[in-house]
């Protein structure tokens, strides 16, 4: 019982000492030990401790109750055996005692390790926990370090970000502010205003565009559809919506002739992306940086980028390729390339091209605008453009826009060139200043309207020449006649008088000057075949020519005094010139050629280079001043070269033009080519084209003796009296009838009409056809055809006649009586009587082409163009009340062919077997550039009659391309459009065939739509 006591002594004592938690579950154990261990000995020995008192006082008092008290007998053996009994007990009871403390130890110790472990297991709980914290607290440090770091990091990005911006708007800035520098203002040439900058806004005439593109073929026979033809008289604005917004294109290629204002309009277009809201009247919808580069400073080795930056560093802007392939990507662009044909090598524009179909590929938000003359952008080159694109050509200006541009011109060149004078307001000075301004513009434009001037009053279409005429009017009063007098008198100005006018002594007299740059521009043009020199280069090459002229003055400074003083030349980066205008230095390379022609085989050289871009103009300078030595050694060079067996279109043109400038044309070398029986026919042909342009009396003579010569082809001859016929003066005497007597009673095989300058009309034998409208079989009458379709040269003896300036004619019918006759007869149609009117004074001007004026398609023998279907009647009428006035034959009647006729023609008669698809016989097969003028391969309408293999087996001409051709009949029942047939120059192929129909409102007028005249003996079929 002292044990247990003892224990419960001892442990609670070792408990108080540990840990709430772990005192309760261990006491509850040790109490439990100790009791059991008591209960054991206590029944072991026979001894029962007094539990009771550990009971609570009620319960020990209900135990002590019901316990019943058993005395203890008396010792059997006496006092002794009770003292034995008291030893063992108390040596029981020490046993007991010393194992109670044994196992209070043992649990002491037990629990000692226990707590310990608890202690370690808590200390490195806490250590954990610690070093959670720290790690915690560490990581919350690092994402805190981490979180600053990184708006440290955003800050220096957005602050880099900034900086970057600031830099590419400083850098933009600076781009913006050097290109409208370049483009957005232009110095102009006139007295006293050469070095005033004038905005090109103050000046600039909006030119008009044609845009191309092809007609639809027709798959089926007889299918009927409205031709897309060419949309006139486009603003610079409308072709560049049409060709991004509306068409969706990437590329939009403008062709124009030189001095025709291409790199003027691409500066436009620059100045309009540069200013505030200027995108949006170019279609686009957000605003567009331009880039402008002249395709003469591009590296086709190096990326859009690169050269742009090299752009860029030549002006001194310092900005990098990298800023430029920025904008490229990220922003809309406007890229203009300008001057394709100043790539003088044909291997060099091809690369270009490749190069400019690479860029439309990969710069997916930039828009491509390339220039070129119509001569750098040839097919027969095979040099095209992959991209699709929207083809565009600058037209000359007409007679407003020629007024336009001189009313600015004086008004912005007299407003820059003087101040007010002393005691004059300001408002005073600038109303004299206008008012002086228009006086001027308006004696140019009263010269220029003189019927006499009508060759210069063309020329003043080019933008260039007008301005050049408008800067010498003042200085000079002498009336230039042709391009070359312009220049002469231009170039004078420049270099000479202007200074003399100021009390300056040039460097050099213009004469000297000119004996200068003649032969450098001809070292350009023949040597380095290139628009941009050396400086140094350039220095050295004229030391040795300006050592006999005038020893005193030194290369450098005469070219600065070109550049500087004239204006001629100008800086081309740092290092080289350049003329400031290509045809200055064509100009002077063709003069240099007048007197050294003869020497280094030259002559031979200029065959061989014939009909190249690059010597196209330097060869027309050349003959514009050549003798007749020097065109006579030209044209037997020519002639006795392979060059001349076959030429393309456009070379015949060029040989034309030599012609027809030439001050002096012997007839010696073309009359050799024609009486040679080795020349070709092609040879022969080309010579008596030569001599049509020349002309006369004597042409008509020789070509008279060779016609009557047996010898040598018999087309070559009938040619020749072709051309006899046409130079015969137009008069017609009162004893000759218009047309051969009895005409539909004898029926002659062919016929000449006078009036139209005895243009050959031949006879087509009535039969049967299967016609493709129809679908049946239909029978053809008895008519005469038009060779040829309907001239220039004759359409405009027919307005004339309207104007009275036809004498002869006017006496044979007067124009008041045929006016009548004319309205009698188109009473019949309330549409035509509307159109015409009945002031017989105004048809004049509403009859004429609308292409006279236009270069490309006014020559005396291309067809006429730009006439409506009412106009054409009108002259068909024309020519039968003139024959009716002047003949017995009231039933012959002139007038537009019936479909139905001209299918006959195209494509022959049943009787003579299975139809042909096209005019010419079947056996030459699918349509070429020998046959027809057609796809744009020429891009102009050609003189008549020169596709001589396309023509039908009864010798008619041009039924194919050059023109569609007016009908006489109305497409459909609805009659709503006249029909039109053979489709015309910039048509594809499948226009060309017999039974290709096209149709128009009558009204409508196109450059695509001519006639040819039918003559009957009815009028409907």
């Known amino acids: 019982m002292r044990a247990s006591i003892l224990l419960q002594i001892i442990v609670p004592t070792l408990l108080q000492r540990s840990d709430p938690s772990m005192m309760r579950s261990t006491k509850s154990y040790l109490t439990i030990l100790s009791l059991g261990l008591c209960a054991l000995c206590e029944a072991s020995f026979?001894?029962?401790?007094?539990?009771?008192?550990?009971?609570?006082?009620?319960?020990?008092?209900?135990?002590?109750?019901?316990?019943?008290?058993?005395?203890?007998?008396?010792?059997?053996?006496?006092?002794?055996?009770?003292?034995?009994?008291?030893?063992?007990?108390?040596?029981?009871?020490?046993g007991i005692a010393l194992l109670s403390v044994l196992i209070a130890l043992v649990t002491a110790l037990l629990y000692r390790r226990l707590a310990r472990k608890k202690k370690e297991a808590e200390l490195r709980a806490e250590h954990e926990f610690k070093q959670r914290i720290a790690l915690e607290e560490n990581a919350r440090k690092a994402e805190e370090r981490r979180a600053q770091l990184r708006v440290e990091h955003e800050f220096a990005r957005q602050q880099e970000q900034h900086a970057h911006v600031q830099k590419a708007k400083t850098a933009e800035a600076r781009y913006r502010h050097a290109l409208e520098t370049e483009v957005c203002q232009i110095?102009?040439?006139?007295?006293?205003?050469?070095?005033v900058p004038v905005g090109l806004v103050d000046t600039f005439v909006r030119l008009n565009l044609s845009e191309h593109y092809r007609s639809e073929e027709f798959s089926q026979l007889g299918e009927l559809g409205r031709m897309r033809g060419e949309h006139e008289d486009l603003s610079p604005e409308e072709v560049l919506t049409r060709a991004f917004r509306d068409y969706g294109r990437k590329l939009l290629l403008i062709i124009g002739d030189p001095g025709s204002g291409k790199t003027t309009l691409m500066k436009y277009y620059a100045m309009l992306c540069c200013q505030d809201e200027g995108y949006l009247a170019l279609g686009f919808e957000q605003?567009?940086?331009?880039?402008?580069?002249?395709?003469?400073?591009?590296?086709?080795?190096?990326?859009?980028?690169?050269?742009?930056?090299?752009?860029?560093?030549?002006?001194?802007?310092?900005?990098?390729?990298?800023?430029?392939?920025?904008?490229?990507?990220?922003?809309?662009?406007?890229?203009?390339?300008?001057?394709?044909?100043?790539?003088?090598?044909?291997?060099?524009?091809?690369?270009?091209?490749?190069?400019?179909?690479?860029?439309?590929?990969?710069?997916?938000?930039?828009?491509?605008?390339?220039?070129?003359?119509?001569?750098?952008?040839?097919?027969?080159?095979?040099?095209?453009?992959?991209?699709?694109?929207?083809?565009?050509?600058?037209?000359?200006?007409?007679?407003?826009?020629?007024h336009e541009f001189l009313r600015k011109w004086f008004r912005a060149a007299f407003l820059e060139s003087s101040r007010p004078l002393k005691h004059e307001s300001e408002a005073e000075w600038r109303e004299r200043q206008l008012r002086e301004a228009e006086k001027n513009a308006q004696d140019v434009i009263d010269y220029l309207e003189h019927k006499e001037n009508r060759s210069l009053r063309e020329l003043a279409g080019i933008p260039?020449?007008?301005?050049?005429?408008?800067?010498?009017?003042?200085?000079?009063?002498?009336?230039?006649?042709?391009?070359?007098?312009?220049?002469?008198?231009?170039?004078?100005?420049?270099l000479e008088y202007r200074d003399e006018q100021r009390h300056l002594a040039p460097v050099l007299k213009a004469e000297k000057a000119r004996r200068v740059l003649a032969p450098v521009s001809l070292w350009m043009q023949e040597e380095l075949a290139a628009d941009e020199v050396a400086k140094e280069r350039m220095h050295d090459y004229l030391k040795p020519i300006l050592e006999p002229l005038d020893s005193a003055v030194q290369p450098e400074a005469l070219c600065a005094n070109f550049r500087d003083r004239a204006g001629l030349i100008a800086d081309y980066g740092r290092n080289d010139y350049i003329f400031r205008h290509k045809s200055f230095r064509e100009y002077f390379a063709g003069m240099q050629l007048v007197h050294v022609y003869e020497e280094k085989q030259r002559v031979q050289r200029l065959v061989e280079t014939f009909g190249e871009t690059w010597w196209a103009e330097a060869l027309r300078y050349f003959f514009s001043k050549a003798n007749g030595k020097a065109f006579t050694a030209f044209m037997a060079a020519f002639?006795?070269?392979?060059?001349?067996?076959?030429?393309?279109?456009?070379?015949?043109?060029?040989?034309?033009?030599?012609?027809?400038?030439?001050?002096?044309?012997?007839?010696?070398?073309?009359?050799?080519?024609?009486?040679?029986?080795?020349?070709?026919?092609?040879?022969?042909?080309?010579?008596?084209?030569?001599?049509?342009?020349?002309?006369?009396?004597?042409?008509?003579?020789?070509?008279?003796?060779?016609?009557?010569?047996?010898?040598?082809?018999?087309?070559?001859?009938?040619?020749?009296?072709?051309?006899?016929?046409?130079?015969?003066?137009?008069?017609?005497?009162?004893?000759?009838?218009?047309?051969?007597?009895?005409?539909?009673?004898?029926?002659?095989?062919?016929?000449?009409?006078?009036?139209e300058y005895n243009a050959e009309y031949i006879l087509l034998r009535g039969g049967t056809i299967k016609f493709s409208v129809t679908k049946k079989v239909e029978k053809v009458p008895d008519l005469y055809f038009a060779k040829y379709p309907v001239t220039n040269k004759q359409y405009r003896r027919f307005i004339r006649y309207l104007q009275e300036e036809e004498p002869e004619l006017n006496n044979r019918l007067a124009p008041p009586a045929f006016a009548e006759k004319l309205l009698e007869f188109a009473s019949a149609d309330k549409a035509y009587l509307y159109y015409l009117s009945r002031d017989r004074k105004a048809w004049p001007e509403k009859l004429k082409s609308k292409r006279d004026n236009d270069r490309r398609f006014n020559g005396e023998d291309q067809p006429v163009a730009g006439v409506t279907w009412y106009a054409a009647r009108a002259y068909c009428f024309w020519l039968t009340a003139l024959q009716r006035e002047t003949s017995n034959q009231q039933q012959v009647l002139y007038r537009l062919p019936h479909e139905i006729e001209w299918e006959r023609a195209a494509a022959g008669r049943l009787e003579e077997g299975s139809p042909r698809k096209y005019p010419w016989p079947n056996e030459k097969?699918?349509?070429?550039?020998?046959?027809?003028?057609?796809?744009?391969?020429?891009?102009?309408?050609?003189?008549?009659?020169?596709?001589?293999?396309?023509?039908?087996?009864?010798?008619?001409?041009?039924?194919?391309?050059?023109?569609?051709?007016?009908q006489e009949n109305w497409s459909s029942e609805r009659k709503e459009a006249r029909a039109l047939r053979g489709g015309s120059w910039s048509n594809t192929s499948g226009n060309l065939r017999g039974v290709a129909r096209g149709l128009n409102a009558p009204v409508n007028w196109n450059f695509n739509f001519g006639f040819r005249v039918a003559c009957a003996s009815s009028p409907i079929i």
């Open 187 to 195: 110095h102009l040439a006139a007295p006293g205003v050469d070095e």
């Open 464 to 494: 260039m020449l007008l301005q050049l005429l408008a800067l010498i009017w003042k200085k000079h009063k002498t009336r230039p006649e042709s391009r070359t007098k312009l220049y002469d008198i231009a170039l004078d100005y420049l």
């Open 287 to 402: 605003p567009v940086l331009p880039f402008y580069l002249p395709l003469r400073e591009v590296d086709p080795a190096q990326s859009l980028a690169e050269n742009l930056a090299h752009w860029a560093s030549e002006r001194e802007l310092a900005i990098t390729a990298e800023d430029f392939h920025t904008w490229l990507q990220n922003r809309d662009t406007l890229v203009l390339l300008d001057g394709l044909d100043e790539k003088s090598k044909l291997e060099e524009r091809k690369k270009i091209c490749e190069w400019i179909d690479g860029k439309c590929v990969g710069l997916k938000r930039s828009r491509f605008i390339l220039t070129s003359r119509s001569t750098g952008m040839r097919s027969r080159d095979n040099l095209t453009l992959r991209t699709p694109h929207v083809h565009a050509e600058v037209r000359d200006f007409s007679t407003e826009q020629k």
């Open 46 to 94: 026979g001894w029962r401790q007094d539990s009771t008192q550990l009971l609570p006082p009620a319960a020990r008092q209900a135990e002590l109750d019901s316990t019943v008290v058993v005395k203890p007998s008396a010792p059997q053996n006496g006092a002794a055996s009770q003292d034995d009994a008291l030893t063992t007990k108390d040596l029981i009871n020490s």
């Open 639 to 755: 002639f006795a070269s392979d060059k001349s067996r076959e030429l393309t279109s456009e070379q015949q043109d060029l040989l034309l033009a030599l012609v027809r400038e030439a001050p002096e044309r012997p007839l010696d070398a073309l009359l050799a080519c024609l009486h040679d029986q080795n020349k070709t026919a092609n040879q022969q042909r080309y010579a008596l084209d030569c001599l049509k342009a020349i002309g006369g009396e004597r042409v008509r003579e020789a070509l008279h003796a060779f016609a009557e010569e047996r010898r040598g082809l018999d087309s070559i001859r009938d040619i020749a009296r072709e051309i006899m016929a046409q130079l015969e003066a137009p008069m017609l005497k009162p004893t000759i009838p218009i047309t051969a007597p009895a005409l539909f009673e004898q029926l002659p095989p062919s016929f000449r009409n006078p009036v």
């Open 925 to 966: 097969g699918e349509p070429n550039e020998k046959l027809a003028n057609y796809g744009h391969k020429v891009g102009q309408t050609t003189p008549v009659g020169r596709y001589t293999e396309g023509a039908t087996p009864e010798g008619l001409m041009d039924m194919a391309g050059n023109v569609w051709e007016w």
